[in-house]
């Protein structure tokens, strides 16, 4: 584990001289790629992201939902947007000893830490992208005949797009951060990156805590570049909305 | 003093629909001191174009917005063709002032939208969208994006998408406002072409008088506070219009004076007393708007 990343062997020695001496380098080691592919970081990948898709799918359509029905109906934007701000305000990881309590050391409970990390964010976000979307639009469309659900289908669900595709990308964030704090401490059945994470830390292992720290920076890095960002900046080139980050 | 060369309106068969009726329009707003527009009675004829002047504030959009049934009035009542207006609808077709292209479609998408939204099979669409653009002159740009369009542009896809439903009435709300005087002038040329090809009834509101003399029909001259018909003056000219020609020129005299009047208590209204605009002596041709400003 330890060469894996070009960390030098005797790192964690040097620094932590009363911890047990890291793994020696085999003489006949396979090589670099052979030993990624059938480490552990694969799987832990997997899981991980499988419960990453899972929890943000589930984060995505409660919070659209939630957001839209705040901007649809005045009452509950007034009961719920003061709530959803306090709650974005606590950090993820102190939703674990609730879903500890809840749903146990499972698979649930890292789910409910993930959704709750990143629901409200997006919630708030969707109810302020609606709620700027030019009432001209809905007359426009009114009088063009969209009427009913087609008046959100056709008109008021596209003009809201740049706002959900910003709401996305900071909701993946959020979500990313809660599912890898979620499986530091709920993942019972010692699977996913979080997990593995600890599991460096149980052994004392400096060098695969760091490596697995910086697989979740480029995990988390490569998804905002490669999927997020790109989408949000089509939404906002097709809208004529200028330069995003 | 306002010859008729033969190549009037007036001439030609009228078309069979088209009537839009106002009867004793009432509309006040909460918090509002006054009606925003009290007993209107306004009849205009299948292919008549309206033009609706006034300061702002005189309830203009109100009116409007009340023919498009986008606003209830509190009493009285409109109808088109007889049939009393309740909602929204394709066949009171509206051209905004700030266009309401949709973003995410091309210009032809945008055309195509009522269309889409009235289930009209995809093949008539996109002939009827093609004959659309082409009427104002957008064949070549009709992939392009809004933000891609120039303002005269827009206003003119605004126009095609309100045409391609084939109105019995088109609704424009100070379209021309925001553009510069060239463009102005280039779509107040196209749109007098455009009404003389479809021969739509047109109400059309204004706080230009140059816009007003050039274009309409018959000129409805609005108060303020409460917004009431003040004055109606029939402009006799014949279509197409020469913008600059001598008659035009003096009509918009005559009708300024009209307004100066009015424009003035608007102003003295909204000063509160403690400011009087001096009487103008002469608006003079470029003086177009009364009271944009306000």
Redesign the interface.
């Known amino acids: 584990m330890l060469g894996m990343l070009g960390i030098p062997s005797g790192f964690g020695e040097r620094l932590h001289p009363g911890w047990p001496a890291p793994l020696e380098r085999e003489p006949n080691q396979p090589p670099l790629a052979w030993r990624i592919v059938h480490s552990q970081l694969i799987g832990a990948d997997i899981v991980s992201a499988i419960r990453l898709i899972v929890g943000f799918s589930i984060s995505i359509v409660v919070g659209a939902t939630l957001g839209t029905a705040m901007w649809r109906w005045s009452a509950l934007d007034e009961f719920l947007r003061p709530a959803f701000l306090g709650l974005q305000t606590l950090p993820s990881v102190c939703w674990v000893p609730l879903a500890v309590l809840v749903f146990g050391l499972n698979e649930t409970g890292i789910l409910f830490v993930l959704v709750m990390g990143s629901t409200f964010g997006i919630s708030i976000s969707m109810r302020d992208g609606l709620r700027a979307i ?1 009432p ?2 809905r ?2 469309g ?6 009913g659900w ?1 008046l959100y289908r ?2 008021l669900f ?2 809201s ?1 740049p706002a959900l595709a910003s709401s996305l990308r900071q909701g993946f964030s959020f979500a990313w951060r809660s599912l890898m704090g979620a499986e530091l401490i709920l993942a019972a059945d010692r699977q996913g990156l979080g997990y593995l994470l600890e599991l460096g830390r149980d052994n004392g292992i400096i060098s695969q805590v760091v490596a697995v720290m910086i697989v979740m920076v480029i995990i988390g890095m490569l998804a905002d570049r490669l999927a997020f960002a790109p989408l949000e900046k089509r939404v906002h080139n ?3 909305l200028g330069a995003v980050g | 003093m306002f010859f008729n060369n033969g190549r009037s309106t007036n001439l030609k068969k009228p078309p069979a629909a088209g009537r839009l009726t106002l009867d004793r329009v009432c509309k006040r707003f909460a918090k509002s001191e006054h009606a925003a527009i009290q007993d209107i009675t306004l009849d205009c004829r299948p292919g008549e174009f309206v033009v609706v002047v006034g300061p702002s504030g005189s309830g203009k959009s109100t009116l409007l917005n009340i023919a498009a049934g986008m606003t209830r009035p509190d009493s009285g009542s409109a109808s088109l063709d007889g049939i009393p207006i309740t909602a929204p609808g394709p066949e009171r077709a509206m051209v905004f002032q700030d266009h309401g292209l949709f973003p995410w479609l091309t210009a032809a998408q945008n055309v195509e939208f009522g269309l889409k939204m009235a289930a009209v099979p995809p093949s008539e669409r996109s002939d009827r969208v093609a004959d659309a653009l082409r009427m104002v002159h957008l064949s070549g740009s009709s992939e392009k994006l809004v933000h891609e369009l120039s303002g005269g542009m827009r206003q003119r896809v605004a126009i095609a998408r309100a045409l391609v439903m084939n109105p019995a009435v088109l609704l424009m709300d100070e379209p021309f406002a925001s553009l510069d005087a060239q463009t102005r002038t280039l779509l107040h040329h196209q749109l007098q072409n455009l009404w003389g090809q479809t021969q739509k009834t047109i109400l059309f509101v204004t706080h230009s008088v140059g816009e007003a003399v050039r274009l309409a029909d018959r000129i409805i001259v609005l108060n303020t506070r409460p917004g009431r018909i003040r004055k109606e003056i029939c402009v006799e000219l014949a279509h197409p219009r020469v913008f600059d020609s001598p008659d035009i020129n003096e009509l918009a005299k005559l009708v300024r004076k009209e307004i100066e009047q009015e424009v003035n208590r608007a102003n003295a209204l909204a000063a509160e007393d403690s400011w009087r605009p001096e009487e103008t002596a002469d608006l003079g041709t470029f003086a177009d708007d009364v009271g944009s400003g306000i």
């Open positions: 030019p001209l639009y007359r426009a009114l009088m063009m005949g969209a009427h087609r056709y008109v596209p003009a797009l097709r809208f004529g």
